[in-house]
């Protein structure tokens, strides 16, 4: 359930279907994962476990996988 | 100086003559200068400042402008080397906002670091950003730089301290990369 959390969270973000979208998706990897959908994808990440991601889980977001790790640490999965 | 990114950019390093009334406006507008790390927010830059500025760039420095190849000036790198140690600092700003979420700074920065490393004998480069900074964040890490550090609450911007990030860039690590 948290990956599919993950994955809309991204989609959403970073404007693309869902599909295209794995756990292994990285912001190396996807070409669509632009400076402006990694802005919104923290944005949507800190609306939905209600607080301000602190600098160091900022920074360790570079993938899905990490996504859903973050939200799993916050009661999301 | 003058370095042709693709068929949509170039980069020129700027002389007096750049220093428009374009540039300084970009300079008071908050929104732009909000994610800059320069000292007094409040104090209204002037064109003597910039031009100060552009002289500080002296030994193997530039302050590179970033051109659309119709000669639409967009946005500035601060390239400062020390020769001695071989090492750079890099700074970025993309003044006009029509050209924010566009990958500027993804394809012009390549550029540079590509002359720097092979053509300007620099061995390393440093820059960062405020942990506040979002999108200079997404681009370091997808251009591979190096995260070497975390200076906590290292900076008082709008009445909170926050951290500010130090990246880096190795001549070896980007040549090997490209």
Known sequence: MSTNISIELVSKSLNIRSELIKDD???????????????MLIQNIEELIGRK?????MLEISSVNDVKKIMKENGFG | MYLKVDDQYYLKALNRNDISDKYLSWMNDKEVTATLDIGNRNKNVTRSDLLDYLDSHIDHSYLIGIFTLDGNH????????????KVATLGVVIGD???WGKSVV??????????AFTKDGTNKISSGCYSTNIPAILNFKKQKWTQEGILRQHRFVNNKFIDFIN?????????NEH
């Not at chain 1, 990285?26 to 669509?32: A, G, N, P």
């Not at chain 1, 991601?53 to 889980?57: H, Q």
């Not at chain 2, 967009?74 to 001695?84: E, F, R, V």
């Not at chain 2, 012009?108 to 590509?114: G, H």
């Open chain 1, 53 to 57: 991601l602190d600098t160091l889980e």
């Open chain 2, 106 to 115: 993804i394809k012009t920065r390549s550029v540079i670091l590509d002359w």
């Open chain 2, 74 to 85: 967009i946005g500035n790198y601060s390239y400062k080397k020390n020769p001695i140690h």
């Open chain 2, 167 to 175: 990246y880096s860039m190795l001549k070896d690590e980007w040549l």
């Open chain 2, 97 to 99: 906002k029509n050209y």
């Open chain 1, 25 to 39: 998706t990285t912001i190396e990897t996807c070409s669509f994962w632009d400076s402006i959908g990694h802005l």
